[in-house]
């Protein structure tokens, strides 16, 4: 755990190694490239042996990137908008995928992701969720905005990753969130647009 912010168990994978590392994570595995985004490249594997067999290829293709302990647990997000009169969290999102983890088509498939919000969650652990948005957001050194996606198992809160340049279409996490708010698309829009030029117009 880094700056307290609680993240899954992981390693970084550069090269083919003899693996003692990734197999002390446990299982189920998930790979995440080191570029793309969107959940491009994503993948499970319930066994070290599914993953080792599959390793030249993910290596081949992306060069490296990390090997994650898989968490069951509730998928939440939750976005940060900044302005120069500080940061705000909004409020926390629930996703729940009909695949079997939050990929690529659950994302950009209308109606591949049920959205619930506000979360089914309790009310000291949505402050919580709320609480290390803000803190991974302050950490990275973020501006702007951000999205904090985060997996609850039990009553513990794991960070998944921040997203740095947020999905901003119809089926995207970060204008349902604002919209809950009150916070309409364009006016969301203005907002982030208006954050950036406050932050680096007049430099």
């Known amino acids: 755990m880094a ?5 899954p168990g992981f390693s970084l994978i550069r090269e083919r190694a003899d693996g003692k590392e990734i197999k002390a994570l446990g299982t189920p595995l998930i790979f995440k490239p080191y570029k793309e985004g969107s959940s491009v490249g994503v993948k499970k594997f319930n066994t070290f042996e599914e993953l080792e067999a599959d390793m030249d290829r993910l290596l081949g293709l992306y060069r490296y990137g990390i090997v994650e302990r898989f968490l069951h647990g509730k998928n939440i997000t939750v976005g940060v908008l900044e302005d120069r009169k500080g940061m705000t969290a909004l409020p926390a999102l629930e996703l729940v995928p009909e695949n079997e983890f939050y990929d690529y088509e659950a994302k950009y498939t209308a109606g591949k992701t049920k959205f619930i919000l506000p979360a089914r ?3 000291e652990v949505v402050i919580r969720a709320r609480d290390l948005a803000l803190r991974a957001h302050q950490v990275l050194w ?6 904090v996606d985060m997996i609850v198992a039990e009553r513990d809160i794991y960070v998944l990753e921040v997203n740095t340049i947020p999905g901003m279409t119809q089926t995207s996490d970060l204008p349902a969130e ?9 006016d969301l829009v203005e907002r982030i647009l208006i954050s950036g030029y406050e932050q680096y117009g007049n430099k």
């Open 121 to 123: 969650l309790d009310e």
């Open 3 to 7: 700056n307290h912010i609680p993240t």
């Open 178 to 186: 604002a919209k809950a708010m009150g916070i309409e698309f364009d």
């Open 142 to 147: 973020c501006y702007g905005v951000s999205r």
